[in-house]
């Protein structure tokens, strides 16, 4: 099996959890595919193939209306959960076939973050598993590199290791001290989005300077990425 | 009334139609074709503007220039809350200008690659996306610890200033410039929050929010 | 098909708009692009000479006609489309300006074709809601060649510069060519007679375009600046939308993006399409769900 095709089976942390704010809607990308995040007014996290079965118009210019997405191109409601399409204003007297509905991705809440999955079969049990008791989430940081380079670079100019079974894509910091936890998002065969977070939760009074060291260490090693990818 | 000298494509001149929507100011528009006439670059316009550029307003006889300035006097002329431009704040004025020299920037490299791609303006279109990605990046960081301390908005205020206007419009116009916002997440809710504000109009390009959940 | 250029006949021998020819006089050159092929019009001495950086050397047959610049990069095996509205003299003849577009041109002809999107896209002008319904009307294949969508009645609130209130809008659509198409829409003053609006789509690439209008708008209580103004903030409302299609190129078959009975016209357009073997800028069958 390539990489690419392994990938495809894999969970990926693709946003901050409290990022997906309600009645928004987040543009994201993994590994080549767009995806449109939105919350329903309930909490429900969708995650959906970025485009509208009708027409192909990304839906995350759409609206989210709390309960449904609507398409920002023809109105088609889309709802929550299911991604069934359930109006259709060109035809308002009639009800919409069951076949039209969003292509849903595998998503779950784990860690602070929401984790996708674009496999048919996606295995909410087969989330990483990270051993931490507690934790706290960073800024993530886009990067304009590959993945795999990211990776190779964190690990051999910047102190990073494996942190689970599962390959380059999550990295811990080595040696003692605080760990740092680093999650990659390979979006596309250029860009990589660096997530973080550290296993520990800290003190209101501590937080945003917290928040600014870790996004400052991250975005330098983001810098020094992108200038040897360049 | 105010009359302002107007093209319905531009961004700079959108921005004084949003803030003075917003106020209830209202106006008259003066339709320029900018597009394909050029004619701000017309002998009767340069007399009004000698620089040739979009937007310029007449109020009662009193002509200003400037997208940028034209929202400081605007805001201080036309908002009795004082909410928009505190004038008596040294620190807010300071990070107000500082936003709107940023705004003029985004016009230089995100609208610049719009009007090279969407008009054919003869521009470095790989230079103009380049410089716009590299203020967006600042922007995004900026605006993430602001909502971390709790603030909406560019300057670090409870209330949107002329600074979020100046700012928005070339922000939302970058993917005409094959400038994407996927990297942005937080230049994009605060996107959504701009849109939010009541009296909040569209221009073409730009589409509206749904509206906030009820508090 | 010409050895080499890979593009099909029916759009490699035709004629294509590649620029206004007021924007032509006062550059006096512009460089842009045909079919993938870079391209320099040029005006001298009042005659536009267009270079075409082909294998073949060549230069291109270029003709000026409704205010634009044509060129046909192969051998011309049909005249430009005819409009006998820009004959008549009480009508304004407006070039409202060319615009690029990161989207395939048949993506741009099929949302120009499209009356759901109006009353969202162009809310308050085309349409509005709660008017949304799209009544049936009939579609059938023109003689020579192409689509024509008739019996379209859409609600509209502010049809052109001239109305002063909403009413039912009778619209017309022909396709012509793959890249062209006309609207003609009862105008609000005179409804026997009707405006008429031409979409002339230059295909770049296949995944990107410049869409050049021409307008034939009844001249009454207008001014030709209104007409184009008008047309401006149209089609730069469609513009986002047409920009944010995944995927750039039109999909032929229609398995790959849902019609309803509202797309009756699209999927006419995408049929004829997929019949005549047009594959510039489109997504044949076999690749396409």
Known sequence: MSDAEEAIRLWFPVSRCEEIVPRNVVQTELLGQEAALWRDDLGFVNAWENRCPHRGVRLSIGLNTGSELRCQYHGWWYASITGQCTYIPAHPGQKPPNVIKTKRYGCAEQYGFIWINLGDQPDAAAVPVLQLDSYTTMRSVFTQAPVDLVAQSLIEAHNFEP?????????????????????LQPMNAEQTVIHGLIPSLV???????????????VSEMRDAIERAAA | MIKLYDFELSGNCYKLR????????????????????????????????????????????FILRDAQAILVYLACAYDPSGLWYPRDDARMLGRIAMWLGCADSITATASAARLHDSLFYDFDIDKCR??????????????????????????????????????????MLSEEGGVSRLPYPAVRRWTDRVKRIPGFMVMPGIFGASPAASE | MPEGSGVESALWDDWHVVAEIAELTRLGRIATQLLGFSLVVELDNRSVIPSVD????????????????????????????????????????????????????????ENFLDMSHLAFVHAGYLGEEPHTEVPKYKVATLPDGGIVATDCKFYQPLASPVATEGFDVDYVYRIVRPYTIMLHKANPIDPSRSDMIALFVQPVSEERCVVHMLLAYLKDELTEAAVRQFAQMIFNQDKPILENQLPKRLPLNPRAEVPIRADAASAAYRRWLHEGDIRYGAIPHDLGV
């Open chain 2, 18 to 61: 949003l803030l003075m929507g917003i106020l209830g100011v209202p106006f008259e528009r003066i339709a320029i074709d900018f597009y394909p006439g050029r004619e701000h670059k017309s002998p009767w316009f340069l007399k009004i503007n000698p620089l040739g550029q979009l937007p310029v307003i007449d109020d009662h006889g």
């Open chain 2, 130 to 171: 380049a410089g716009a990605h590299a203020l967006f990046r600042v922007l995004d960081e900026h605006l993430w610890f602001a909502e971390q301390e709790g603030n909406d908005w560019l300057c670090s205020s409870k209330h949107p200033t002329i600074a979020d206007i100046a700012c928005f419009p070339y922000v």
């Open chain 1, 203 to 217: 003190r209101d009074a501590d937080r945003l300077s917290v928040l600014r060291q870790f996004n400052g260490r």
């Open chain 3, 54 to 109: 082909l294998e073949s050397g060549g230069v291109a047959p270029a003709k000026v006609k409704y205010g634009y610049v044509w060129v046909c990069l192969g051998t011309p095996n049909r005249d430009i489309v005819d409009f006998p509205e820009c004959a008549d003299r009480d009508r304004w003849i407006v070039n409202a300006g060319s615009f690029g577009v990161a989207v395939s041109g048949l993506r741009a002809v």
């Open chain 1, 163 to 183: 942190a689970t079974s599962a390959g380059n894509y999550i990295l811990e910091t080595t040696g003692p001290g605080e760990k740092s936890v680093l999650l």
